[in-house]
């Protein structure tokens, strides 16, 4: 069983930048691709951006790419989402996932609880 803890959110103003982290426990991290998610209020999740098991592949939403930047680090048993250049849109719950297959919807074994991140105009 895998657990999944996120931090690093918090309320930003527009073009600032923040970095989550995700600490994974119970499990072999490399065993595993990950993701970022996020909840808008009144909107369905949506996907942000996904790593494979070894860092090498990325894979991101049209909404943020070029700003946002997925990465993990093994030693650490810890994924990162670094998103720059914040929007008021980007406002939203994120919440972590792992499976042990990358899938780009949000069909995902594991999550976290989620952070709260908010962009002020």
């Known amino acids: 069983q895998v657990q999944l803890v996120e931090s690093g959110g918090g309320l930003v103003q527009a073009g600032d930048s923040l970095r989550l982290s995700c600490a994974a426990s119970?499990?072999?991290?490399?065993?595993?691709?990950m993701a970022w998610f996020r909840r808008a209020p009144g909107k369905e999740r949506e996907f942000v951006a996904a790593?494979?098991?070894?860092?090498?592949?990325?894979y991101y939403a049209d909404s943020v790419k070029g700003r946002f930047t997925i990465s993990r680090d093994t030693a650490k048993s810890t994924m990162y989402l670094q998103m720059d250049m914040l929007k008021p849109e980007d406002t939203a719950v994120y919440s972590c996932?792992?499976?042990?297959?990358?899938?780009?919807?949000?069909?995902?074994?594991?999550w976290g609880q989620g952070t709260q991140v908010t962009v002020s105009s």
């Open positions: 996932a792992a499976d042990r297959q990358l899938i780009l919807t949000d069909a995902w074994d594991y």
């Open positions: 119970g499990g072999t991290f490399t065993s595993y691709a």
């Open positions: 790593v494979n098991w070894s860092g090498r592949n990325t």
